[in-house]
């Protein structure tokens, strides 16, 4: 009695068909199908899938595939013929990996590193808020100092006619300023690193 890989084989060649036909035909490895004709049960994957191969190649050979596979159950016997890793359960594990799940987290890592940069460049490219409380734009006074007085961002600097000045944790600033006879313009402005600047300007008249 000829043997499942005899079998398949000689069937194989009677139709004149290759190994490299069926294989396309099939979606089976050529080298499944090598293994199958020469009885290589060790480099075969798990005995489910080789059942399957039969199942398939012996219905497009035109056997009985109930018939082969019986051949196949009373002449396989797992204990001699250890089973090579099946492809499909490193695919079913493989994500499941010590290694995997380090890319894994290392990419979500990398997302996030991602996000505040973009966060962080965006904020740079907005100039600095800036408020000035004190004083009214256009302005008389008779008083020869003015207190300016505003808030701006924490990280910002302010500087008043060219000079700087302190900024609080709570983006609080003031100072007091000399005033000429006529009129006198200042410059408030707040920047930040790379950013635009923020200008406000006031325009104060002193009378005698």
Request: net charge positive; proline share 5%; no cysteine.
């Amino acid at each position: 009695m000829l043997t499942v890989s005899q079998t398949l084989s000689q069937k194989r060649k009677e139709q004149d068909l290759t190994l490299e036909t069926i294989s396309r035909d099939l979606h089976i490895k050529l080298e499944n199908l090598q293994a199958l004709e020469s009885a290589a049960w060790n480099s075969l994957p798990d005995s489910a899938f080789v059942q399957g191969f039969i199942k398939s190649y012996s219905q497009y050979l035109g056997l009985d595939a109930n018939y082969m596979l019986a051949l196949y159950r009373r002449e396989y016997d797992p204990k001699k013929h250890p089973q090579s890793t099946s492809v499909f359960k490193k695919h079913q594990t493989f994500f499941l990996t010590p290694a995997r799940l380090a890319v894994f987290i290392f990419i979500v890592i990398i997302i996030i590193f991602i996000a505040y940069l973009f966060l962080q460049y965006t904020s740079i490219l907005n100039s600095p808020k800036l408020v000035v409380n004190n004083p009214q734009d256009n302005q008389t006074t008779t008083v020869p100092v003015t207190l300016i007085s505003g808030k701006t961002e924490k990280e910002a600097t302010v500087s008043i006619d060219g000079d700087f000045v302190p900024v609080d944790q709570g983006g609080n600033f003031r100072k007091e300023l000399k005033l000429t006879e006529g009129q006198n313009t200042i410059e408030i402005i707040a920047a930040k690193r790379l950013s635009p600047k923020t200008k406000i300007t006031r325009i104060i008249r002193l009378s005698p």
